[in-house]
């Protein structure tokens, strides 16, 4: 055996090895992606759940739903602060899972069960006047138009969110 054969034997073992890691890289980067997947959507959830559970307390599930009972609620100043705190909570979670999405972090699939949360928010006249005034500002652009698309829909059950709750 020559020189040659023996470097051209080396160069496909160096083939060999460079296809064998750009592979094995492929698979991580894979299980990468799917395990920042699963993280975000966790996120997410617990966060969604740390919202929810401040409808817990009476005073501001009496502020919220009051705002969500009736199209013209007439809220104090108290609970229109409450009333602006729900929605921001919510909204700054929401808006977090449209970015990571954009960024193809978050699942398209649990992305698209999170747009009919932020239908049901404006659903209350006051939560939708609160956005047009005070609200979108603390928001990115992209978000903000989002938002303005499903605004531009009349309010489910004119603006009464407990309306298909009640029992006849």
Not at 16 to 23: E, F, K, M
Request: hydrophobic letters at 45%.
């Amino acid at each position: 055996m020559n020189w040659e054969a023996v470097g051209a034997i080396g160069e496909i073992i160096g083939a060999l090895s460079v296809l064998i890691t750009l592979l094995f890289l492929s698979f991580q980067i894979r299980q990468n992606t799917t395990a920042l997947q699963q993280q975000s959507s966790r996120e997410s959830t617990s966060s969604l759940q740390q919202v929810s559970a401040t409808m817990m307390h009476p005073e501001i599930a009496k502020a919220v739903s009051s705002a969500y009972a009736e199209a013209d609620a007439d809220l104090s100043i108290a609970q229109t602060a409450q009333l602006e705190h729900h929605c921001l909570a919510y909204l700054l979670v929401l808006q977090q899972d449209f970015l990571d999405w954009n960024k193809g972090i978050h699942p398209h699939a649990i992305w698209e069960s999170r747009k009919p949360l932020i239908e049901a928010i404006f659903i209350a006249q006051r939560a939708r006047e609160w956005w047009e005034n005070v609200g979108k500002n603390y928001f990115t652009p992209d978000f903000q138009s989002l938002v303005a698309s499903i605004l531009t829909k009349e309010a489910r059950d004119g603006g009464q969110y407990f309306k298909p709750l009640k029992t006849k």
